[in-house]
């Protein structure tokens, strides 16, 4: 099966800073790239996804960028504030077979005011 | 329209008994997926569902645990004989047909 993996597992950077979150995955025919955050005791929430045909999405603050050749993505979050402190999940999956993600470990980021 | 709902929210349980995980889906979802995350980790596959369908279960233990989705009703992820190896965070989520994945605020199960 699909295996993801996730660095780095802790992250701390002063309020102003950018983060970067990157993951790698094993089964090159995952064609779909969530990102989750999870605050303490919260469920887990999509804050950007992308497809295999797509190399980079923006979202205001918050990019990802996809390699499908070297098999990984990132997350990127600039200008951080400290409510971006979280834990954050990459996850891989086939979206046109099955829908069932494959998280990595997390990214417990915290940002220092 | 209501999120997925997830009940109970804390589960207690002794050694040997049984739990019982309930989830509903959105409104218009006709799947659910099942995730464990154990303290201090990621989230873990477990069983993926349609309705009255099982359509991967490769995450799921073997032995003790089962997961239905029936016709009506909520999804249901039964642990038999719990051990305390299986206290945890049990999210489900649901999803139309290859949609988005909304999550449900988990069930908190704590084996004493």
């Known amino acids: 099966g699909e295996n993801v993996e996730q660095h780095p597992s802790t992250l701390s950077v002063q309020e102003g800073d950018s983060a970067v979150i990157k993951c790698t995955y094993s089964?090159?025919?995952?064609?779909?790239f969530p990102w989750y955050k999870q605050e303490l005791g919260k469920r887990p929430q999509l804050i950007i996804d992308i497809r295999s045909n797509v190399g980079e999405k923006k979202d205001q603050r918050i990019a990802v960028t996809l390699n499908k050749t070297a098999k990984h993505f990132s997350l990127h979050i600039t200008e951080t504030q400290p409510e971006d402190s979280a834990v954050y999940f990459c996850?891989?999956?086939?979206?046109?077979?099955?829908?069932?993600?494959?998280f990595g470990t997390g990214t417990s980021l915290t940002v220092i005011p | 329209n209501a999120g997925v709902m997830q009940n109970p929210r804390h589960l207690v349980r002794r050694r040997g008994q049984e739990a019982r995980l309930r989830c509903s889906p959105m409104k218009g979802h006709s799947h659910v997926y099942w995730y464990r995350q154990l303290p201090e980790e990621g989230l873990k596959f477990m069983v993926y569902l349609q309705k009255e369908n099982i359509i991967d279960e490769s995450g799921m233990p073997k032995e003790r645990f089962s997961a239905e989705f029936p016709k009506e009703g909520p999804s249901i992820l039964r642990i038999q004989q719990v051990v305390r190896g299986d206290s945890a965070a049990y999210f489900c989520a649901s999803s139309p047909p290859l949609g988005e994945q909304f999550f449900g605020p988990g069930t908190r199960l704590t084996v004493l």
């Open positions: 089964d090159s025919a995952s064609n779909y």
């Open positions: 996850a891989a999956s086939i979206k046109n077979t099955g829908n069932q993600f494959y």
